[in-house]
């Protein structure tokens, strides 16, 4: 029977812990392929674990192919190529990525191959009809019971829209508003929003944003239609809008009956100080404020859900101009996610992440401040969101900037990508920091980057004067 040292205080998750220590000796041969792994059972009671952490583990190996599971017999080792032992390359300033932030480990897979077969069993029918354009009425009505328990909102299953993935929704409502609107965006903005817009046909105007967010002067000013906004958690520069200034956006809204505001609430489940934000939906009274939001910031990219929720008069536009589209997320992935929300496991998960996430961010943090960084690296806007602005006191031009971060091989780039091309200042040492693709022992090497790159500004400036 195999030994392994797990330590329960550790960050990591005990099945995390037992999955790599598998995972090692299986790629190493010292668990040869075909050879039989203890019960799960036999190995929970030799390593003072519980069976779930065991299960875990088995199951994300098998996952991954390094198991293979017989039938009232157990689980035993794929036979795999052994590969040629070469030393590695040294390793550029920075990091050498191994891994995505949403890893294995953190996702609890035993759990969905659970639910996923449960599905298989029980809705054979649903599995083989039709689905309804909208999605199936089993997900719209968990993502509003969902809403209702995490953020408080009270949604009609019937005005949700399901959609595989935010470009397709932003599509869906380029033709539900018209092409012949005007729409504003935040500047800088998520660059990709931009670029489906345009991609679409539609006329855009870059909306200046003030430490509060959106300015009201540069909105109205900028002759717009429809606001998109990231109210809760902007991107990239982390702002949060206060109350006031949404009451202000609110007014501007309401004082059109042609206006619209879309609320993208792409990552409002990662906020690590004081509590939940209301949403702009939640204050509305006119009827013309659109919801969006996506599980590819909660659960992966790679799921490919994301849903709108549309007011009274704009459900029966849509319905009357876009009802005859089909669905585009399979009715499988949907009733694997509608019992993965309305059985808790949902909550769990976000609740699992946000503490990985506090800690990473905590740990950065942590760091700068031992460092005494503060003057040459100002952590900006950092109590919500997978990431993180900061401000670095550099006369490096941005694409000076973005190429020395790209050599690098880190998760962070320069602030001046996400402006309307030709708006970004010239000179600008904001950088946008995806933390959450980091692992905490490269945390050091992110900031030695960033230490070096300030101080080599600052050594070049002291030496002109």
């Not at 220590?21 to 668990?31: N, P």
């Not at 200034?245 to 906020?271: H, K």
């Not at 001046?416 to 950088?431: K, S």
């Amino acid at each position: 029977m195999r030994t392994y040292a797990l330590d329960p205080m550790s960050a990591v998750p005990l099945y995390e812990q037992l999955y790599r220590f598998l995972k090692e000796d299986l790629l190493t041969g010292a668990i040869a392929g075909g050879e039989k792994l203890p019960s799960k059972r036999a190995l929970a009671e030799n390593l003072n674990v519980s069976r779930i952490t065991v299960e875990n583990a088995y199951q994300q190996l098998l996952t991954e192919g390094y198991l293979i599971s017989k039938p009232r017999s157990g689980y035993y080792a794929e036979h795999l190529q052994t590969l040629p032992t070469v030393p590695p390359p040294s390793p550029p300033a920075a990091i050498v990525q191994e891994e995505p932030p949403l890893s294995a480990g953190q996702f609890p897979f035993s759990v969905w191959a659970r639910l996923m077969r449960g599905v298989l069993l029980d809705c054979r029918r649903t599995l083989l009809g039709p689905v309804p354009g909208q999605g199936l009425l089993q997900l719209r009505r968990a993502i509003a019971g969902m809403l209702r328990r995490s953020r408080g909102m009270e949604v009609n299953p019937e005005h949700i829209v399901v959609g595989a993935g935010a470009e397709y929704l932003y599509n869906i409502l380029l033709q539900l508003l018209g092409r012949d609107k005007c729409y504003a965006l935040e500047n800088p903005g998520h660059r990709k929003l931009r670029l489906v817009y345009l991609a679409g046909g539609a006329r855009l105007r870059p909306v200046e944003l003030d430490e509060n967010g959106v300015g009201l002067e540069t909105l109205v000013a900028s002759g717009a239609d429809v606001l998109h906004i990231s109210p809760g958690h902007q991107f990239p520069t982390g702002i949060v809008t206060p109350i006031a200034r949404r009451r202000q956006l609110m007014a501007w809204l309401g004082s059109n009956p042609e206006r619209y505001l879309i609320e993208d609430d792409y990552d409002s489940e990662f906020r690590f100080t004081g509590r939940v934000i209301p949403t702009m939906y939640s204050m509305d009274m006119t009827g013309r404020v659109i919801y969006l939001n996506t599980f590819s910031k909660t659960i992966s990219p790679a799921l490919r859900i994301s849903y709108l929720i549309l007011p009274p008069g704009l459900l029966e536009r849509y319905r009357e101009k876009l009802g005859f589209y089909s669905c585009t997320v399979p009715s499988f992935e949907q009733l694997t996610l509608a019992r993965f929300l309305d059985e808790g496991y949902f909550e769990k998960h976000v609740s699992r992440m946000k503490r990985h996430y506090r800690l990473l961010r905590d740990a950065f943090l942590a760091e700068h401040s031992a460092r005494g960084l503060g003057q040459r690296v100002e952590v900006l806007h950092h109590g919500a969101g997978l990431h993180m602005c900061l401000r670095l006191r550099t006369a490096l031009p941005a694409a000076a900037l973005d190429e020395r971060l790209r050599q690098a091989g880190v998760p962070v780039h320069s602030l001046a990508r996400n402006y309307f091309p030709g708006t970004a200042p010239r000179t600008t040492g904001e950088i946008v920091l995806q933390y959450a693709d980091l692992r905490a022992e490269e945390i050091p090497a992110v900031l030695d980057l960033l230490e070096a790159i300030t101080h080599g500004e600052n050594l070049e400036n002291q030496g002109e004067k």
